[in-house]
């Protein structure tokens, strides 16, 4: 199993430019989200979802719009990209909401934007 | 979800055992306290959670207070590769935000040799 694996690695763009980050997981999970990491601080989520068809916002979305069509894939974009979305993004999946184990949270390996 | 407290940094002799607080005084009765890692520019990495019972894995163990406002992951036996963020967190099980994860600062163990 890949896990969580997330395209691009590294991007840059210039302000107003579109983009669309995917994120693949082949662990059959129900969850998928996406956080932001800024320099020296935590993870800070975007939006999530719990199935296919399904998105909700997190504590950071605006600026940010996702889909999930298929299962295994959660896409992330950026519109008009700023300056202040220059961060680090992560893709997150995990199995169910029940206590335990299921609940783990399973990270890909970031992509890193830069806006000019 | 309850906060956490941790201290922003430690070092820890390769070898020997990391021992990371973390207090979390506001914790609910049916909130559990997980533990991630991040090692300097990869994704966070699940270690270990627990509800009230001390648990163990094959990578650390979690020690929880009896009045559960506090916890302690241990490293037994610290090597370089552990070098990394430790990030405490409390939360509901099952909680309606899409199990949202809630990182703080976490805290930023050096291992040296």
């Known amino acids: 199993n890949a896990g969580v694996t997330q395209t691009p690695k590294f991007r840059v763009l210039k302000t107003g430019q579109s983009m669309t980050l995917l994120c693949a997981q082949d662990?059959?999970?129900?969850?998928m989200y996406w956080y932001r990491q800024d320099p020296g601080m935590g993870l800070r989520l975007i939006h999530y979802s719990v199935g296919e068809g399904t998105t909700a916002k997190g504590e950071v979305p605006d600026g940010y719009n996702v889909s999930r069509l298929k299962k295994q894939n959660f896409l992330l974009g950026l519109e008009s990209a700023a300056p202040s979305q220059t961060s680090v993004y992560f893709c997150?999946?995990?199995?169910?909401?029940?206590?335990?184990?299921?609940?783990?949270?399973?990270f890909g390996p970031g992509t890193r934007l830069l806006v000019l | 979800d309850a906060k956490t407290t941790q201290p922003p940094s430690m070092d820890c002799a390769e070898g020997r055992a990391a021992n990371l607080p973390c207090n979390h005084s506001?914790?609910?009765?049916?909130?559990?306290v997980y533990w991630y890692r991040q090692i300097h520019s990869q994704g966070p990495q699940y270690i270990i959670h627990?509800?009230?019972n001390n648990e163990t894995n094959e990578m650390a163990s979690l020690i929880i207070t009896e009045d559960r406002k506090s916890s302690t992951l241990i490293l037994p036996h610290a090597t370089l590769r552990d070098t990394a963020v430790y990030y405490c967190i409390v939360r509901v099980a099952g909680n309606n935000a899409g199990n949202m994860l809630t990182f703080g600062g976490g805290t930023r163990l050096m291992v040296k040799p």
């Open positions: 997150a999946s995990s199995q169910t909401r029940t206590s335990g184990k299921g609940e783990t949270q399973y």
């Open positions: 662990m059959n999970h129900e969850y």
């Open positions: 506001t914790i609910s009765g049916n909130e559990y």
């Open positions: 627990g509800l009230k």
